[in-house]
């Protein structure tokens, strides 16, 4: 387990210096007037002056890319040249917002997913199966900002119509004013998870009925054991796997940005801060979010290899 740990640690740390780079080479040696491009169109010859100083553009590749390094190893990601504030405080500022909303569509999806799909599974061709396999498709082909824009039409504007004030437009408040942080949250939570769980609830349906059909399941069942311990303590346990593969791929995507469903609850995380930096050309804050997002994955990645070896002992390690 540790020689697998060391491993995985080891390839996900050659992946982060491969990204590094490709980020090097496209921000600091593709451009012809790098200091002009990373301080943006409206930079003034002082500020072009200062980003030379800073980042030391007169001296040779290898120093600048060593200290390129050196800078993200200490947690500095540079300098914003709009705002005026180092990039880790944007990125502090918008990283709790997409946190908010992924951590807590990710719950309600998994739950609704998982739950759908072993209840179709465990029932096929079964009138409740077919609901919620019509109920998985209606949402997997909803696209996430009309959702939204469905949601905010009923249970804002509708609601606040008939006097009934329960749900925000939008925005964000902290996670200290907790009652306010739920309140603002339930729409984007339900418009991410909603759509993302309907491909969960088919991905769980499918592995389920192929794990239903294994032997040692006709073996399980024949020694006594109860359908409820057959399904959740031995069918499920496996059918996870697939299931586990996507909830990383989706968890890591989810952290990188929430663009669509932050653009329509107006919350200013890391999706919509990447793409007003490029709508800018404000590219140390791209550069400082594309880092976040490569770490977030390598880390998911991992994490997801370490989950398969509990849930499925088969899945050998070395």
């Known amino acids: 387990m540790i020689r697998f740990l060391v491993r995985r640690v080891l390839q996900g740390l050659l992946v982060i210096w491969l990204i590094t780079i490709v980020l090097f080479v496209t921000f600091y040696v593709t451009p012809s007037n790098v200091a002009q491009t990373l301080g943006g169109r409206q930079a003034t ?99 996430t900002f009309l959702l939204g824009l469905l949601l905010l039409f009923f249970l804002y504007f509708q609601l606040t119509l008939a006097g009934v004030r329960i749900f925000p437009p939008g925005g964000y408040t902290d996670i200290s004013d907790f009652g306010g942080w739920v309140q603002h949250m339930i729409l984007p939570w339900f418009t991410v998870a909603l759509v993302t769980a309907a491909s969960y609830t088919r991905l769980t349906r499918a592995s389920m009925l192929e794990v239903l059909g294994e032997d040692y399941i006709r073996t399980a069942r024949s020694k006594g054991l109860s359908e409820r311990r057959v399904v959740l303590r031995h069918g499920l346990r496996s059918g996870l796997t697939p299931v586990v593969t996507q909830f990383g791929i989706d968890v890591a995507t989810l952290l990188g940005g929430i663009i669509v469903t932050e653009q329509v609850f107006s919350i200013d995380g890391l999706g919509r801060t990447a793409v007003t930096a490029i709508t800018q050309q404000d590219q140390p804050v791209i550069i400082g979010i594309a880092l976040v997002g490569t770490v977030a994955v390598v880390v998911v990645n991992i994490l997801v290899d370490i989950v398969y070896a509990f849930l499925d002992p088969r899945v050998r390690l070395n």
């Open 45 to 143: 010859p002082q500020t072009i002056a200062l980003i030379n100083q800073r980042l030391g553009l007169d001296r040779p590749l290898w120093e600048q890319y060593l200290r390129f390094i050196g800078n993200a190893l200490r947690g500095d990601l540079g300098y914003d040249y709009y705002k005026q504030i180092p990039v880790t405080s944007v990125i502090a500022d918008a990283l709790p917002k997409t946190l908010s909303i992924a951590v807590g569509a990710a719950i309600i999806w998994l739950l609704i997913g998982v739950t759908n799909g072993v209840l179709s599974a465990t029932r096929p061709r079964s009138f409740l199966d077919r609901g919620l396999t019509a109920f998985a498709l209606f949402f997997y082909s909803m696209p």
